[in-house]
């Protein structure tokens, strides 16, 4: 995919946006500060979709000052609405909205059951709530 689109970013060349911490530290002002370094953005969308793409962590992109493990998977989610993707139905009653995640064998980042490849790049469909298709045709054909 070209990124061509990130030196129309407001952030291009900008330190700031590199680092969350040089952010205030405490919400809502840290969100806030975030939301508005990127507010009127031009390249906004491509920048939410490779956000999500490339699961980045603890850096400003598309509008979010961007935290680790969970707190960046929910964030990666309210992306996908911003963007308009679909949401994501599951029954888990666990975490219904943290997507993707990992197999719980092999580690390898999962999308929903039923969803395609498109929508979640660089993922594995799930099989059940913690196994990837693969890691569960394995366990099913050893037993
Ligand atoms: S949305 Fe924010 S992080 Fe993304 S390109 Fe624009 S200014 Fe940079
Ligand atoms: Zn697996």
């Given at each position: 995919m070209s990124s061509e689109w990130r030196s129309k970013g407001f952030c291009y060349g900008d330190d700031y946006f590199d680092d969350?911490?040089?952010?205030?530290?405490?919400?809502?002002a840290k969100s806030f500060t975030a939301q508005s370094m990127c507010k009127g953005c031009p390249v906004?969308?491509?920048?939410?979709?490779?956000?999500?793409?490339?699961?980045?962590?603890?850096?400003?992109?598309?509008?979010?000052?961007?935290?680790?493990?969970?707190?960046?998977l929910s964030q990666y989610n309210e992306l996908r609405v911003e963007l308009g993707l679909p949401t994501v139905r599951v029954s888990d009653k666990f975490n219904p909205d943290l997507w993707p995640r990992d197999c719980r064998?092999?580690?390898?980042?999962?999308?929903?059951?039923?969803q395609q490849e498109m929508l979640w790049p660089n993922t594995i469909e799930a099989r059940s709530h913690d196994l990837c298709m693969e890691c569960h045709n394995r366990a099913e054909k050893s037993a």
């Open positions: 969350v911490d040089m952010l205030p530290s405490h919400e809502p906004f969308k491509e920048c939410a979709i490779e956000t999500i793409r490339l699961r980045d962590v603890g850096v400003v992109k598309a509008g979010k000052a961007l935290g680790y493990g969970n707190k960046a064998h092999c580690d390898r980042s999962m999308r929903p059951k039923g």
